[in-house]
Structures are given as structure tokens and as C-alpha cells.
């Protein structure tokens, strides 16, 4: 069965990168010749720390009810073949992960129960002289889709049967849930019809064959609408008596009992169970009263608040009054979290559905904060929660104004009413001379995450700051918290005069992005890309794990393209860490191998002696054409294997692996006699494309780090030619070719030469990456091979190869505009240091990590535009004016 949530595989994983197919039946793909292999397996959950296991209300579900598909995993070589040599060689893989933008939302079954409620006695909002929730006197249904989806696919059937045989179609109800499956009256005959069912009817239709001549429109154009046939309708509320699973369990088949004599049965096949779980609980839930326009429930949050909040309020008196205190004038204690109310919502902000996040939100009130810029973040946060989703909840710490971090909000839903009146008292307070840490204000952040009762399954911080200074002692400390929690620490550094380093390590560390802001208009919309990239994760703590099989004559050399790397002392082992993922990311991880010499050939084995008998009497006959067929073969060799691990945020504490690892096994050629070869009378074989263009990539992030660490020197000039030497690749690349590298030892007479940091080296040299601290491969890499050999790069490599085929132009040309912008102030230290800088170091991470929240650079609109979530968020908060939402947002303060 095919339902409504499972879009065809071209839909869902989009079309390929290039025009090498995978096999669908092995999934084992042939790439034309390029080992490679495809693989993907169930979703499962995060592995939570102690505390979030131990106060989690339920148990994790056994079973969900939509599970988030799982990623897709694809090894690639270099080359499809290698022959035996008795020489070291080389060889680089690519590992790819990606997660496809399928349109998938969760069940709010698989969500869980809302946070706790507190006794009626104990409920703040009473003060309020709130009316008491009406009661319901059904359950609610709730779409599996949105309005706008069921609505289209409503219009799509209406316009497709050619006759509903006097069927009244505005009678059928709203569209609930659809999909193609196998239906039958009598379990033997089954036919594969779309389905359809109505709050009042289940519809089932079939296409229509169209013949040949019908198929394209008077334009030549092919037709898009198929035609149906109205198959069959069933007054299903009407007539539905029970829904019940028959048959065996790997049949999955449920059979519905009517009250209908000429029909008292109908049966559906599903092709999975988790899919049959679907439809049952449809089917069950046609008497639910239908209430809501999306499958959202309204959470009641007009009921009360969490325990937590209460207990939030009551511990922090201190806090209150020295926050009022600070603010120059008195304040209720009364206005912190207390009550959750439920605000009506702009159709034009409608919230999408997903998995529910936890996010605390730090803002600096020093007083390098006054004017424009105060009232900018304030305008932000508005945005932020308004954005927020029904589940979501949202914390609140400033810091900078003399007394450390201070929690303003706890953990607290869009709904809560006083999120008005503590935004607009936020103002700056610090003194002049006052070191503003921001430091102190993410373990605030910390322990606000660390102290909740109730978790959702995502929990970030969102970390904002203008300063200067900052304790870069104390930062062991809040990064080993936030690693032992899985809390994320995103770093958005306002303006130019902020310092960066100790935001950027906070980030890294625990495997988040820092962004500068240097336009503070922007702040708006990178919080935006970044609350929108949250909102779409889909798995958490990924784990690449890589092994070499028995029998790969490989051993590892480098691995690049991942947030963290761990190799085990075994050399057979390693990990890479990729950090979350979200709907539509792609991480593509170089592994770079090193193929040990061949040393059994047939000269180095023990001659039997009957065999020199043969071989004599042979030698009397003259050479045979055919003579090496009896000792020379091509053999199969297991090369690379990989496997993932993720954290399921639908349940909690689950680690999930892929159900087998993906093997990559390369065709190993016999050795070539050194009379003969072959190879020379045929075009050379290129590099697979996204191994080359991946290659690129890293080359220029570590090429950025390298030019940072050689204007730290002083050495300006070494830092601008070496930049404009890897521009020079890169136009080489999108040509089609690439210039030739000069060789170690001969310098280029017109530039000076660029040292090795750390070693004083010939410019071949400087142009390799130091392997301690490189994400990319040696420059000599991008002649068409991997370069651990020079000789064995220039045996390879032609200038006459076609590498431009497979390589992504917009790619290069983003690459290139970082370079070019790196290098407009490199020569001007004072303005480099000052801007330029942390817009590199910003690129550096966006190419190395393949993620970003803007669309402010071509660098950064490179893979922003694959997570839907920040891309929905940015037009939002362009948006946001135009609804009257920052309309102060830019006023100066009386």
C-alpha cells in the first residue's frame, strides 16, 4: 500500500546528482562502473541523559504509528576498478548521508502527553478569573495532513471520475486519508485501487488506461490528469461495525465489518504494518468530532500550566526582585510564567506540525545594547514566539547587566499571555565598564534545560552577543553539561565588534553553528533559519561508523567532511560524528584509504616443481594469447563498510542502527606486466563528480583556516596568494579541467611563497593541507585523484579530462564569491580583523559542516535552500512587517 504520506521514491528522494542510476533490486548501484551502495532502514530515537530518562511521564511507545523514515546511506569510490600493484596506491571514498525532504509529519500519538498538570488547587490561573474549559462530549479528530493537501487531492478526485453514478459529492465529508492499496470482498481476489476516505464514505477508483494517441494534449504537451473509474463507495461511518486485523500478521490485512447484508465484509491489504496502523486508527476515528483544520491538537492550553513552571516561580524570588531591581522600577513577581491562555492565530502564521522543541533563548542587556539594537532583539524574539509550534516552549535569559545571566521566562508556551509585557521590559542596564560574559548566560541557559520535569525531545540554546570579552576558562565547563544532556548551543555573534572565539567553541563543541550577524536588520531572519532548522530535525546524534571487512587490503589515512572524527587503535575502526540532521540535509564524508602492495604475486610464491615441468615444455610451444587466463583473474574485494546511529525523537532513550551496514566492494584488476599496458590505448578513467566536487569544498574551507592562521602571523601577503591560488583551481574545475599543480620544490617566480603553518616549506608545500588539522585532501587531490603519491596523481591525471561533467556550477561559483569577498580587506589587517574575519570563519563552518540558516551569501543559500523548515521561516520573517509584527522594530528609545 501506498498511503498519503508516502510520496513515490522520485518525489521523496529527488532526482539524482548525477546521471548514474542506483539498482533498486540490489541496492547495490553501478554508478556506470563506480562501486557504490544505497541503503536505508528504520527510524528510531535519541539516547537522552539520565535526568530526561528518569522524569520522561510515560514509557517510550513500542510502536509508532508514523515513524520518520530513516536516512538514506550511499558509499561511492573513486575509481570503479584498481589493479594489483606491488606499490602502495591510494583510494577515496564518499560516504553520503541523506535524509529525504518527503513532506512527513508526525502523529500526535507518537508526540506523547503534554507536560503534567497540577492539582486544581495549586493552578495560578485562577487568579485570573479564567472560565473553566468546556468539556467535550467526543473525541477530537485531527487531519493527517494539511488543509491544503487533503483539499487539493479533494479537487484532484472530484475532477478525475468521469461519472459518480448519482453520487452527491459535497455529501461525502472532508477527506481523511488516502493512499493506493489492495482491497477485496473475499481475501482470494484482490485488485489495487486508490482509496479514499471521507468523514462519510470510502471511495475506491482506478485509473484508466489511456490509449497511445490520447496520452499528449493538443499542445504536444503529456496530459497530467489521469482519468478514474468510480470502482466502488461505501457509506463507511454509516455502516462501519468493526475494524479488525485477519489473516497473518505478515499479511497485513484488516477487515472491515459492515452492516450491510449484500457486503458484510471489505477487506484492505497493506503492505506494512505501520501503515495498516494508520488507516486503522482512521477508521476508528470517523465518530471523533472534527475540530481541529490540521491534525494539531489543541492542547488544552487554556487548562493550566506545567508543574515545573510553578515550581520555577516559586524557587526564584531572589531572582524576580533583582531583576526588577535592574530595570529601575518594581514588578510583580506574579508576571512570570502562570497561566497559558490561547491566543487566536493570524492565517498568515499558521504553525506547522512538528516533533515539539525546547529552546532557550539568551540575550545580552549590557550597554553596548542601547538603541536600535535592543529594540531589534526585542522585535526578534517577538517573531520567535510567535513562530513558536502549539508544543513548543521557549526560555528566556539576559545577561550583561552586572549580576550574571539571569532567567527572565522558564520553559514556557507560546500561550502564556505575559510574553508581551516581559519582551518590552527588556532594556539594557549593564555599566559602561562592566565585562558582559556571555559565557555565564549559556549555563544559565543550561541550567534552565537541566531543571525541566517535563523534556521534549529537542532541546537547544540560541545564544546572542555583542561582547567583546569573554571567560574562555569557563567554557569546559558549560560544553561537558551540554554534551552529557544532547543540548545544542547555536551562536549568533550581533555585530562587528563582538568577539567571536568563545561563541564559535561553544557552537563547534556541541555540534552547532555559529553565524555573524553583521547587518543587525538580519537578526530577525537568522534566528528564523535557525528556530525553522529545529523545527525540522529528524534525527538526533548521528553516528557515522565506518570498518574495514576482513580481507580489504585498505587501511585508513584520513577521514574529513564531519564534525567530529575518532579513529579506534585497532586502525580498522572509526567514527564520524554528524551531528542532527534534518529533513532534506545531505553530509558527504571523504574517506581517504590507503591500499597496501600486493605481495603475492606469482614470482614470490613457491614453484612447485611439477609445475616447472609444465611450464618448460609450455615455453617450447612460443607465447599463447591466452596465456595469462590461467594465472591472472579479476577478483571482488570487500573494501569499506558503513553503518549509522541515530537518536529517534519519537522515543525516547532508543538508539536506532540501520538494519545492515552498506558494503562497497571494488573489482580488483590482476597486475600489468610492464611490457603491456592496456590502459594507454584507452581514455583515462575520471574521478567520480562528487567525490571531486566534495573535494573542492573542503579544499577551500581548510584554505580559509589556513589564510586565519597566516594573518594571525602578520604574514598578510602569503595569506592573499594562497587564497588566489585556490581560486585558481576552482575556475580550473568549472572549466572542465584543471591547471597543473607545480610539483614540490618549484616555486612559482611570480608570487611569493606561502609557508606551511608550523613549517617553514616550499609553496608546493604550503599548497597541502596540514594533515592535523585539514577537513580536505592534498592540493594535489584535485589533478583527478586522491595525491598521497605524486607520482601516482600524475599517472592518473591528464589535463584533458572532462572533470567539469558532474560538478555542480552553483557550487563552484559559491566557493568562488567566498573566496573573492575573504580577499577584498586580507591586505587591511585593522578592517580585516574587525569584519572579514568572522564572516570566515562563519563560511568555514557553513562548508565544512554542508549547513546553514540564511540565504544572505551564495555559500550560505547553497544548503539552506534543502531544509524546508528554514526556508519557510525566512519568508515568514520577511514577512513579518508586512503583518504589523516589527513594526517598531527599528525606532530609536526616548
Given at each position: 500500500?501506498r498511503?498519503s504520506?508516502d510520496?513515490?521514491s522520485?518525489?521523496?528522494y529527488?532526482?539524482s546528482?548525477h546521471a548514474r542510476?542506483?539498482?533498486e533490486?540490489?541496492?547495490?548501484a553501478?554508478s556506470?562502473?563506480y562501486?557504490e ?7 528510531r530515537?535519541?539516547d537522552y541523559?539520565?535526568?530526561a530518562?528518569?522524569?520522561t511521564?510515560t514509557s517510550?511507545?513500542?510502536v509508532t504509528r508514523?515513524p ?6 550511499t558509499v561511492r ?13 591510494t ?19 507518537d508526540?506523547?502527553?503534554?507536560a503534567?498538570q ?8 485562577e487568579?485570573y478569573?479564567r472560565?473553566?474549559s468546556p468539556?467535550r ?19 484532484s478526485?472530484?475532477?478525475r471520475?468521469d461519472?459518480?453514478?448519482g453520487l452527491d ?5 472532508k477527506?481523511r486519508l488516502?493512499?493506493t492499496?489492495?482491497v477485496?470482498?473475499d481475501k482470494?481476489?484482490?485488485q ?5 476516505l471521507?468523514?462519510e464514505?470510502l471511495?475506491?477508483v482506478k485509473?484508466?488506461?489511456?490509449p497511445?494517441?490520447?496520452q ?18 461505501i ?9 479488525s ?16 447484508a ?6 484492505l ?9 494508520l ?7 470517523l465518530?471523533a468530532v472534527?475540530?481541529?483544520?490540521v491534525r494539531s491538537p489543541?492542547?488544552?492550553r487554556?487548562e493550566s500550566?506545567?508543574d515545573?513552571?510553578?515550581d ?5 524570588p531572589?531572582?524576580?526582585?533583582s ?5 529601575n522600577?518594581?514588578?510583580?513577581t506574579?508576571?512570570?510564567?502562570t497561566d497559558?491562555?490561547n491566543?487566536?492565530?493570524?492565517p ?6 512538528h516533533?515539539p522543541?525546547?529552546v ?9 545594547m542601547q ?5 531589534l532583539?526585542r522585535?526578534?524574539?517577538k517573531f520567535?514566539?510567535?513562530?513558536l509550534?502549539?508544543?513548543d516552549r521557549?526560555?528566556?535569559?539576559t545577561?550583561g ?5 539571569v ?7 507560546k500561550?502564556w ?30 541550567d534552565?534545560?537541566m ?15 555583542d ?22 548551543i ?10 567571536p572565539?568563545t561563541m564559535?567553541e561553544?557552537?563547534?563543541r556541541?555540534?552547532a553553528?555559529?553565524?555573524y550577524v ?6 530577525r531572519?537568522c534566528l528564523?533559519?535557525c528556530?525553522g532548522?529545529?523545527?525540522t530535525?529528524?534525527?538526533q546524534?548521528?553516528?557515522l561508523?565506518l ?13 574529513s567532511?564531519a ?6 587503535a585497532?586502525g ?14 545531505k553530509?558527504d ?11 603475492t604475486s606469482?614470482?614470490q610464491?613457491?614453484?612447485d ?15 599463447m594469447?591466452?596465456d595469462n587466463e590461467?594465472?591472472?583473474?579479476v577478483e571482488?574485494?570487500?573494501?569499506i563498510q ?7 525523537i519519537?522515543?525516547e532513550g532508543?538508539?536506532?542502527?540501520m538494519p545492515r551496514?552498506?558494503?562497497l ?5 590482476p597486475m ?6 592496456p590502459w594507454?590505448?584507452?581514455?583515462p ?10 573535494r ?8 580559509l583556516?589556513r589564510?586565519l592562521t597566516?594573518?594571525?602571523?602578520g604574514?598578510?601577503?602569503?595569506a592573499?596568494?594562497l ?9 580550473g ?5 584543471l591547471?597543473?599543480i607545480?610539483?614540490p620544490?618549484?616555486?612559482n617566480?611570480?608570487a611569493p611563497s606561502t609557508p606551511?603553518?608550523?613549517n617553514?616549506a ?6 597541502t ?16 585523484t ?7 596523481g ?6 584533458g579530462l ?14 568562488d564569491a ?5 580577499l577584498?580587506w ?5 578592517v580585516?580583523s574587525r569584519?572579514?574575519?568572522?564572516a570566515v570563519l562563519q ?10 540558516f ?6 550560505e543559500?547553497?544548503?539552506a ?6 526556508k519557510?521561516?525566512?519568508?515568514k520573517?520577511?514577512e513579518w512587517r508586512?503583518?504589523g ?10
Amino acid at each position: 500500500m501506498r498511503d498519503s504520506r508516502d510520496a513515490p521514491s522520485s518525489e521523496r528522494y529527488g532526482p539524482s546528482r548525477h546521471a548514474r542510476s542506483d539498482s533498486e533490486a540490489t541496492g547495490v548501484a553501478s554508478s556506470g562502473g563506480y562501486p557504490e551502495t544505497t541503503q536505508s532502514g528504520p527510524a528510531r530515537r535519541h539516547d537522552y541523559d539520565v535526568q530526561a530518562m528518569e522524569t520522561t511521564p510515560t514509557s517510550p511507545r513500542a510502536v509508532t504509528r508514523n515513524p520518520i523514515p530513516a536516512p538514506i546511506v550511499t558509499v561511492r569510490s573513486e575509481f570503479p576498478t584498481l589493479s594489483r600493484s606491488r606499490q602502495q596506491q591510494t583510494l577515496t571514498c564518499l560516504v553520503t548521508v541523506e535524509v529525504p525532504d518527503n513532506k512527513w509529519r508526525p502523529d500526535p500519538e507518537d508526540l506523547g502527553p503534554q507536560a503534567p498538570q497540577p492539582p486544581a488547587g495549586n493552578r495560578a490561573e485562577e487568579a485570573y478569573g479564567r472560565p473553566p474549559s468546556p468539556a467535550r462530549s467526543a473525541p477530537r479528530f485531527y487531519p493527517y495532513e494539511s488543509t491544503d493537501a487533503l483539499e487539493e487531492m479533494t479537487d484532484s478526485l472530484r475532477n478525475r471520475v468521469d461519472n459518480w453514478h448519482g453520487l452527491d459529492f459535497s455529501r461525502f465529508g472532508k477527506l481523511r486519508l488516502y493512499g493506493t492499496l489492495r482491497v477485496g470482498k473475499d481475501k482470494v481476489s484482490w485488485q489495487e485501487l486508490e482509496c479514499f476516505l471521507f468523514a462519510e464514505m470510502l471511495i475506491c477508483v482506478k485509473e484508466k488506461k489511456i490509449p497511445q494517441s490520447q496520452q499528449w494534449d493538443e499542445n504536444g504537451a503529456p496530459r497530467k490528469a489521469t482519468r478514474c473509474t468510480l470502482k466502488g463507495s461505501i457509506l463507511i461511518k454509516k455502516h462501519l461495525n468493526e475494524v479488525s486485523e485477519t489473516g497473518n500478521i505478515d499479511e497485513n490485512i484488516l477487515t472491515l465489518s459492515l452492516s450491510v447484508a449484500e457486503l458484510p465484509q471489505f477487506h484492505l491489504r497493506f503492505e506494512n504494518r505501520n501503515q495498516l496502523k494508520l488507516w486503522q486508527q482512521a477508521l476508528l476515528d470517523l465518530n471523533a468530532v472534527e475540530t481541529s483544520p490540521v491534525r494539531s491538537p489543541e492542547y488544552d492550553r487554556g487548562e493550566s500550566e506545567t508543574d515545573e513552571e510553578l515550581d520555577w516561580q516559586r524557587s526564584r524570588p531572589q531572582r524576580v526582585s533583582s531583576v526588577a531591581s535592574s530595570w529601575n522600577g518594581a514588578r510583580s513577581t506574579t508576571t512570570a510564567p502562570t497561566d497559558y491562555t490561547n491566543f487566536p492565530r493570524s492565517p498568515a502564521m499558521a504553525k506547522s506540525i512538528h516533533v515539539p522543541i525546547d529552546v532557550v533563548v539568551v540575550v545580552p542587556i549590557s550597554s553596548s545594547m542601547q538603541g536600535v539594537k535592543i529594540n531589534l532583539v526585542r522585535d526578534a524574539l517577538k517573531f520567535m514566539v510567535n513562530t513558536l509550534g502549539e508544543r513548543d516552549r521557549m526560555g528566556l535569559v539576559t545577561f550583561g547587566s552586572g549580576g550574571g545571566g539571569v532567567p527572565i521566562v522558564g520553559m514556557t508556551t507560546k500561550a502564556w499571555p505575559g510574553w508581551s509585557n516581559i519582551l518590552t521590559s527588556i532594556k539594557p542596564v549593564g555599566q559602561k565598564s562592566h565585562r558582559a560574559d556571555v559565557v555565564e548566560g549559556a549555563n544559565v541557559a543550561m541550567d534552565l534545560l537541566m531543571q525541566r520535569k517535563y523534556n521534549n525531545p529537542i532541546a537547544s540554546i540560541m545564544l546572542i552577543s555583542d561582547a567583546s570579552t569573554s571567560d574562555a576558562d569557563s567554557v569546559d565547563f558549560v560544553v561537558s553539561r551540554a554534551e552529557a544532556a544532547k543540548i545544542t548551543i547555536h551562536s549568533f555573534g550581533l555585530g562587528m565588534t563582538h568577539k567571536p572565539d568563545t561563541m564559535i567553541e561553544l557552537s563547534t563543541r556541541t555540534k552547532a553553528s555559529y553565524t555573524y550577524v553583521k547587518d543587525w536588520m538580519m537578526l530577525r531572519e537568522c534566528l528564523a533559519g535557525c528556530l525553522g532548522s529545529m523545527q525540522t530535525l529528524s534525527h538526533q546524534n548521528v553516528k557515522l561508523k565506518l570498518r574495514l571487512p576482513e580481507g580489504s587490503p585498505a587501511k585508513f589515512h584520513k577521514i574529513s567532511g564531519a564534525l567530529q572524527i575518532t579513529k579506534r587503535a585497532t586502525g580498522r575502526d572509526a567514527e564520524a560524528s554528524l551531528g542532527d540532521l534534518r529533513f532534506g540535509d545531505k553530509r558527504d564524508v571523504l574517506v581517504q584509504l590507503v591500499i597496501l602492495p600486493d605481495n603475492t604475486s606469482q614470482e614470490q610464491l613457491p614453484q612447485d616443481p611439477w609445475d616447472n615441468i609444465v611450464s618448460g615444455l609450455e615455453a617450447l610451444g612460443g607465447p599463447m594469447d591466452n596465456d595469462n587466463e590461467r594465472t591472472l583473474s579479476v577478483e571482488e574485494v570487500p573494501l569499506i563498510q558503513a553503518d549509522l546511529s541515530w537518536g529517534d525523537i519519537l522515543r525516547e532513550g532508543t538508539v536506532t542502527h540501520m538494519p545492515r551496514p552498506s558494503l562497497l566492494a571494488i573489482t580488483m584488476l590482476p597486475m600489468s606486466g610492464s611490457s603491456k599496458k592496456p590502459w594507454q590505448n584507452s581514455p583515462p578513467i575520471p574521478p567520480h563528480p562528487s567525490i571531486v566536487q566534495r573535494r573542492m569544498e573542503l579544499l577551500t574551507s581548510d584554505m580559509l583556516t589556513r589564510a586565519l592562521t597566516l594573518v594571525g602571523r602578520g604574514q598578510h601577503d602569503r595569506a592573499h596568494t594562497l587564497l588566489n591560488e585556490t581560486r585558481s583551481i576552482l575556475k580550473g574545475l568549472g572549466k572542465g579541467g584543471l591547471p597543473p599543480i607545480p610539483p614540490p620544490g618549484k616555486a612559482n617566480p611570480s608570487a611569493p611563497s606561502t609557508p606551511h603553518p608550523g613549517n617553514e616549506a616550499s609553496p608546493g608545500q604550503s599548497t597541502t593541507p596540514d594533515g592535523k588539522r585539514s577537513p580536505s585532501p592534498p592540493a594535489s587531490a584535485i589533478s583527478g585523484t586522491n595525491g598521497f603519491s605524486s607520482q601516482l596523481g600524475r599517472s592518473r591525471s591528464t589535463d584533458g579530462l572532462g572533470l567539469g561533467a558532474g560538478i555542480d556550477a552553483n557550487t563552484v561559483a559559491a566557493l568562488d564569491a567566498e573566496l573573492e569577498s575573504s580577499l577584498e580587506w586580507i591586505n587591511h589587517p585593522a578592517v580585516f580583523s574587525r569584519d572579514s574575519r568572522k564572516a570566515v570563519l562563519q563560511a568555514i563552518g557553513v562548508i565544512s559542516s554542508q549547513r546553514a540558516f540564511t540565504y544572505r551569501t551564495p555559500i550560505e543559500g547553497l544548503w539552506a535552500c534543502r531544509v524546508s523548515g528554514v526556508k519557510k521561516l525566512t519568508e515568514k520573517s520577511r514577512e513579518w512587517r508586512e503583518d504589523g509584527g516589527g513594526e517598531g522594530g527599528i525606532t530609536e528609545e526616548s
